[in-house]
């Protein structure tokens, strides 16, 4: 059965600098990867996803996430934090073909004028 | 605009009532999903549709039922079963097994009076 891990469930990170939210997966065959955002009191919302294409996934709003499969990792990245980034992020997994996706516990992100 | 409406946006169930969610979709999207979000656990899948008439169980469906009477409706009712309703419901659609990319409704916020 395919889980997430997203590794620390609060992160505070000041304005401009750079943002790193970490996600680790297993899954028993390869995986397509997703990260999503939440917004409060809102649905959510697709950052980025890797599909077995390029490692390096580029997102909106300046996202993106390099797939590891050594690491079996899918860590989250932006150079240069801003205050709208403040949300709350999901990682999420799917083998591929499935109907299913199964998500972290999600990374609450706040940041710090 | 193509997109998925969730309504009410607040609902407040009595005990011993059900209540039922509403969720549509005008994407054309064969699947739709429930899921319920609790603080600190990220969402977990209640049921799931890939087509018309036909529905799965995911990991919490005890005291929830569905129906899928029309590709694009997917409501939700909450039975009086269901002893902890308390959380926000969000229903999502993706386009058959196409790399499961899921698209978000705004979400109900469900409380017990």
């Known amino acids: 059965a395919q889980s997430v891990t997203q590794l620390g469930s609060h992160v505070s990170v000041s304005e401009g600098a750079l943002v790193l939210l970490r996600c680790n997966y297993s899954?028993?065959?390869?995986?397509?990867l997703f990260w999503y955002v939440q917004y409060p009191n809102q649905g959510l919302q697709l950052l980025l996803k890797?599909?077995?294409?390029?490692?390096l996934v580029k997102g909106i709003n300046g996202f993106e996430a390099e797939f590891k499969k050594s690491e079996t990792s899918f860590h989250l990245t932006k150079p240069s934090a801003h205050m709208s980034d403040a949300a709350e992020y999901f990682c999420?997994?799917?083998?591929?073909?499935?109907?299913?996706?199964?998500f972290g516990q999600g990374t609450r992100l706040t940041i710090n004028p | 605009d193509g997109g998925i409406t969730q309504s009410p946006k607040y609902l407040f169930r009595k005990e011993g009532q059900n209540v039922t969610l509403s969720c549509e979709q005008n994407l054309n999207h064969d699947a739709m999903y429930w899921y319920r979000q609790d603080p600190g656990q990220g969402l977990r899948l209640i049921y799931y549709s890939q087509i018309v008439n036909d529905f799965q169980k995911g990991d919490i469906a005890e005291g929830y039922s569905v129906s899928r009477e029309k590709k694009e409706s997917f409501p939700l009712t909450v039975t009086s079963a269901q002893k902890n309703p308390t959380a926000f419901y969000l229903c999502a659609s993706s386009r058959g097994t196409t790399k499961n990319i899921q698209y978000f409704g705004a979400g109900t916020r469900l409380s017990v009076l």
């Open positions: 890797y599909t077995s294409a390029a490692t």
């Open positions: 999420a997994v799917s083998d591929q073909g499935a109907q299913k996706l199964v």
């Open positions: 899954s028993s065959v390869p995986p397509y």
